[in-house]
């Protein structure tokens, strides 16, 4: 069966620090990847999804950004955060894009301080 | 941009009644999906719907999709207080890009 891991569950960094989540997904080959931003209590911001190793669509301009060095191995950095960089950041996979379910991480808490 | 809109942003329920939660595009959807997301935890599909008109039930949740295929929405009949949790509506971007999720719903129950 097909598995996400995605960690750390939390994080606390200091505004201008550097930042490197981490999502594999184990179980299936060339899944679509996503990651996805919940700022508290709001919805699922989009923020970047690829389709394949290199290959990255970034969907909100800002300071993170998004690779994809292995088939399902998807990460999301930024060189410097800032508060408003805090929220729960979420990975996920489909089969395909747009149109069969989306399988999650357990998402990362992080806050900028 | 495409937009998927919900309403309402929160509702709260006394154990029994029932609860409604509506979705709306901007744009024709190939599919609508709709995912639930317990306090503390991470989204989990529920159903997909793919038909203009389509109806679907899960024990007490009925989804529904609409004849043009821009809304859809969730009906939740004799709601108990595992239903507690945001209920998110999902449709793929412009040009069949990743899904784009609505705000959701928070729905409180108290018994």
């Known amino acids: 069966s097909q598995t996400i891991h995605q960690w750390p569950a939390t994080l606390v960094q200091p505004v201008g620090s550097p930042l490197s989540l981490e999502c594999t997904v184990e179980g299936t080959s060339n899944p679509n990847l996503y990651w996805y931003r919940q700022a508290a209590g709001r919805g699922l911001q989009l923020l970047f999804y690829s389709v394949g190793i290199g290959q990255i669509s970034s969907e909100v301009p800002q300071n993170l950004s998004a690779s994809r060095p292995q088939d399902r191995q998807f990460i999301l950095s930024s060189k410097k955060l800032l508060l408003s960089d805090s929220g729960f950041y979420l990975c996920?996979?489909?089969?395909?894009?747009?149109?069969?379910?989306?399988?999650f991480g357990q998402g990362t808490r992080l806050t900028v301080v | 941009g495409q937009q998927v809109m919900q309403i309402p942003q929160y509702q709260h329920v006394q154990e029994g009644e029932d609860f409604t939660t509506y979705c709306n595009s901007s744009?024709?959807?190939?599919?609508i999906q709709w995912y639930k997301q317990r306090p503390g935890g991470h989204p989990v599909f529920l159903i997909q719907?793919?038909?203009?008109?389509e109806v679907k039930k899960q024990k007490r949740l009925t989804f529904q999709f609409g004849e043009a295929k821009k809304n859809s929405s969730l009906h939740i009949t004799a709601t108990q207080t595992t239903d507690v949790g945001t209920y998110f509506c999902?449709?793929?971007?412009?040009?069949?890009?990743?899904?784009?999720f609505g705000k959701g719903t928070t729905l409180s129950v108290s018994s």
């Open positions: 996920a996979w489909s089969k395909r894009l747009g149109d069969t379910e989306a399988f």
């Open positions: 999902a449709g793929p971007g412009q040009a069949g890009t990743a899904l784009i």
């Open positions: 719907l793919v038909k203009s008109g």
């Open positions: 744009t024709t959807l190939s599919n």
